[in-house]
């Protein structure tokens, strides 16, 4: 306590009034990470479901060469969003417990990146697969072309664009 009777500053407080030390802050960050994990590995989950049983349907058996190419494309797409949004998770449990939780959070967050980058792309990918076999090829291209875009605009742009942003850290 200083001689106001308030707590003293750590040394590691942040600019935001926060008051963490390093450990903290990764545990903080890992928790949150987590959390967002579980929203992106359900989503990838039901995806490669749904394209595992996509390719024993009847139907399937008449798609024609450029449908086959996109499902092999969107089922390889959506295997590596899987490796990657589930290898946080991995990652930690084998290091748990051996003081490496920077480390962790770090590597954490390239895994989910790519994983993410992935997953835009399948999930791109599976629209342009389902419009082609109910619309014609054009329609369905443009309207993909269009879902690719705003993911990217929505899960990158925007959120790069608020980098300049002087505003409070959250992380």
């Known amino acids: ?3 106001d009777g308030q707590p003293d500053a750590r040394p590691d407080a942040r600019p935001d009034g926060r008051q963490e030390s390093p450990a903290e802050r990764a545990d903080r960050n890992l928790g949150e990470m987590l959390q967002e994990l579980r929203v992106l590995q359900t989503g990838v989950q039901i995806l490669f479901g749904f394209l595992l049983i996509l390719a024993v349907q009847p139907r399937f058996a008449s798609a024609d060469g450029f449908e086959k190419g996109v499902y092999f494309t969107t089922l390889l ?5 899987t490796i990657f949004l589930m290898a946080p998770v991995a990652y930690h449990r084998v290091l748990f417990g051996r003081g490496r939780k920077v480390e962790i959070v770090k590597m954490s967050n390239r895994l989910t990146h790519v994983g993410m980058v992935a997953l835009w792309l399948a999930i791109s990918s599976a629209v342009l697969l389902v419009l082609d076999l109910v619309l014609q090829r054009s329609f369905a291209w ?3 072309i269009a879902i690719a875009v705003l993911f990217l605009a929505v899960w990158y742009v925007l959120p790069l664009s608020r980098l300049s942003d002087p505003a409070e850290g959250d992380d």
């Not at 797409?77 to 969003?81: E, H, P, Y």
């Open 1 to 3: 306590m200083n001689e």
């Open 77 to 81: 797409l959506s295997c590596v969003a």
């Open 142 to 144: 443009i309207i993909s």
